[in-house]
């Protein structure tokens, strides 16, 4: 159905196309690197269908009925979308190594409740997420959008409906006339708003723009005007001018699929582009001459029909069944066979899913009852989370199938020539084991199921948020005090520098903040690639902090940066006067040298089916050592102590992904918490604080 009541043939078309480009786009097209704006196609198809749908109804009626919208809501997305959400969470319980399944569960039951979009904002603005491969179930997004986005429009429009009704004071013929008047002023407003905001966001904050309701609600909202502006009436365009709006569209929908990559910012201004083009091909399709033009035929072919009735459910299973064959077969890209068998499987699933759930829910005679579908909902709900739960205890069974595996010990090597300092000859013993094929020991720390949330703690004191509390760790109530000071990387060796205060009577002061470095160079804001203010502010607060405070011992931990992202100078440079200013404000200080990164995070790699030790040792990164050299010269330039932290994660090249019991890391480059824990003791030695 269209805007105007009548079946539109080359609508399915036009949704054949936008998920045949988002599907080309996610499988690695690189010619259509654009294809995600498929997404904003159908944004524009959305708006236009519903509102259209609503604005008739109140027309005809001069009232709205929010149940029955809902209910034929419930009918049409609910039974397929939540079939795909308890299959994916099996799949990846299953196909997926335990870390990254455990949050797959999580984000499908964000889903069932349509919240994915606000799950993936938080997820893909956390820094310490930052290089995960996403979510299998992160196309939700645009699903959560858009049942958000109608739980406010029907409301709106039926309150327009009642105040016509009551206080309009129009004659009967002239009913419809105000009515469209009413939702294009109201509806108007709305999206120049949600057009304004977007603008804005996506210049502050892209990332957490692109899921944004708000950013996105002028999308839906151009179509919902669109099918407004139509409702009634039946266009009389020339052939030849239906032509020419239908190909510009179409243009318009092709230069954003070819030239937008992931670095364009979307929504914004950009967005502009595939929104007008889809307006364009919705308004040309209702002229009364369409149906002779080129596009519209080509729209209305058969197996292009076909392959938009089956749209949805395309949509539906097309992610979860590359991202987890791309997992299976570990690789980034599909090869050809692996695709072409990945896109038959999309295609068959989607035609079962069409002919099997869609169809029987949309038009079956048992779903017709408002409370039936209505009831959807809830049922969905425990569906997702009874599946969650059950994928959950699988992948909790697997992972306690390790407990009888034995840990890591010195004592299994006496026969080697293991170092005379425990903490590296434990080390050492780890990557004999890791060579051997060891299997992965049970009883881990962290478990391969909480991995991911092994981030150190910063109480009340995370600074991102713009706090200017000052949290004592360690012996809170000690007279002297050690700060620690840096980035990300400072902060995984917060729990070190606690345990050291609390053993050895300091209070200790985390002033770190996630990919701002002490330095006195200021870093491009990772958003924009702007001047980042938050960071520079930061950093002029915690020195002076650390002036009040004049520790007796300031420890700095800073990853190693790519020169081009350091805006005002050499980074190594920036170092050595940072390390000048706080050895001035301070007792004593001293620089840790960085932590190894590796190719691949090590619970991932351990949490695999089979996998063993040695299928996860890895040598540390090129780039790692070169950065380590910068960072030891520039702190032995300065005349500030360098502790070469490397010794406690690798030996011979190699870094074990379990030491003893530990996990060292809880991704490619940050300190899990129970490890840096158990470096207490051999970096208060280093550091003469025994």
């Not at 984000?107 to 820094?127: K, M, Q």
């Not at 050809?336 to 990945?342: D, E, I, S």
């Not at 002297?480 to 520098?497: C, E, K, M, Q, Y």
């Amino acid at each position: 159905m269209s805007g105007t009541g009548s079946f539109r043939s080359d609508i399915q078309g036009l949704r054949a196309l936008a998920v045949g480009l988002v599907i080309l786009a996610h499988a690695g097209f690189r010619t259509a690197s654009g294809g995600f704006v498929g997404v904003d196609v159908f944004f524009v198809i959305s708006g236009f269908l519903i509102v259209g749908l609503l604005v008739r109804e109140a027309g005809e009626s001069r009232r709205i009925s929010i149940v029955d919208f809902y209910a034929r809501r419930a009918r049409r997305v609910i039974p397929a979308a939540t079939v795909v959400l308890a299959v994916t969470a099996f799949a990846a319980a299953y196909f997926l190594p335990f870390v990254r399944s455990i949050e797959v569960i999580k984000d499908a039951v964000w889903a069932a409740f349509f919240g994915a979009n606000i799950r993936f904002a938080l997820v893909e603005t956390d820094y310490f997420a930052e290089g995960e491969p996403p979510s299998p179930v992160q196309h939700y997004w645009s699903l959560a959008v858009e049942e958000q986005f109608y739980v406010v429009i029907p409301v709106l429009l039926l309150l327009i409906a009642v105040a016509l009704r009551r206080w309009g004071h129009v004659l009967p013929e002239h009913a419809n006339a105000s009515l469209r008047r009413a939702v294009v002023a109201v509806l108007g407003v709305v999206t120049l708003a949600s057009l304004a905001y977007s603008v804005y966001v996506t210049e502050a904050n892209p990332t957490a723009a692109y899921f944004s309701t708000p950013a996105r609600a002028w999308e839906l909202g151009i179509g919902g005007l669109v099918a407004t502006l139509l409702w009634g009436r039946r266009p009389n365009l020339p052939r030849w001018a239906a032509e020419l709006v239908g190909v510009t569209g179409l243009v318009l929908i092709a230069v954003a699929t070819l030239t937008f990559s992931s670095a364009t910012p979307m929504p914004g201004t950009a967005a502009l582009v595939p929104v007008g083009g889809s307006a364009l091909l919705l308004a040309a399709g209702a002229s009364a001459s369409a149906p002779s033009t080129y596009w519209f035929r080509l729209f209305s072919l058969k197996p292009i029909r076909v392959l938009g009735d089956w749209s949805y459910s395309l949509y539906l299973w097309h992610f979860p069944v590359l991202l987890i064959a791309q997992a299976h077969w570990e690789e980034p890209r599909l090869s050809r066979p692996h695709l072409a068998f990945a896109l038959v499987l999309i295609l068959g699933l989607s035609a079962a899913s069409y002919h099997l759930v869609e169809e029987p829910f949309r038009r079956g005679v048992r779903w017709r009852p408002r409370i039936r579908a209505i009831g959807l909902y809830p049922v969905s709900l425990v569906l997702v989370i009874a599946s969650a739960l059950g994928a959950r205890a699988w992948v909790d069974h697997q992972i306690d199938a390790l407990d009888d595996n034995p840990g890591i010990t010195t004592a299994d090597y006496r026969s080697e020539e293991l170092s005379d300092d425990p903490a590296v000859a434990l080390v050492e013993a780890s990557v004999l084991a890791a060579r051997e094929g060891r299997p992965v020991p049970g009883g881990l720390q962290p478990d391969l199921g909480h991995l991911r949330e092994s981030v150190a703690p910063l109480g009340d004191c995370d600074y991102r948020t713009g706090t200017t509390k000052l949290c004592p760790f360690g012996d809170a109530d000690a007279d002297r005090a050690i700060v620690v000071i840096g980035d990300s990387h400072a902060r995984a060796w917060g729990p070190t520098l606690s345990v050291i205060g609390a053993e050895h009577g300091y209070a200790v002061y985390q002033f770190v903040y996630s990919g701002c470095p002490a330095n006195t160079v200021t870093r491009a804001d990772p958003e924009d690639g702007g001047t980042w203010d938050e960071c520079a502010d930061f950093k002029d607060w915690a020195l002076q902090q650390v002036a009040e405070l004049n520790p007796a011992l300031v420890v700095v931990a800073n990853n190693a940066y790519r020169s081009p992202t350091m805006l005002n100078g050499n980074q190594e440079r920036g170092l050595a006067e940072e390390l000048g200013l706080l050895r001035d404000a301070s007792q004593r200080v001293v620089m840790l040298g960085n932590v190894p990164k590796l190719e691949r995070s090590p619970g991932v790699c351990l949490s695999r089916r089979d996998a063993d030790l040695g299928d996860c040792l890895f040598p540390p990164l090129a780039a790692t050592v070169k950065g380590q050299h910068r960072l030891r010269d520039a702190a032995e330039g300065a005349g500030v102590k360098f502790v070469d932290v490397q010794r406690w994660f690798c030996a011979d090249g190699q870094c074990p992904p379990v030491i003893g019991r530990i996990v060292p890391l809880r991704d490619r480059e940050h300190i899990s918490v129970p490890y840096a824990e158990q470096l207490a003791a051999p970096l208060a030695a280093v550091l003469d604080l025994d």
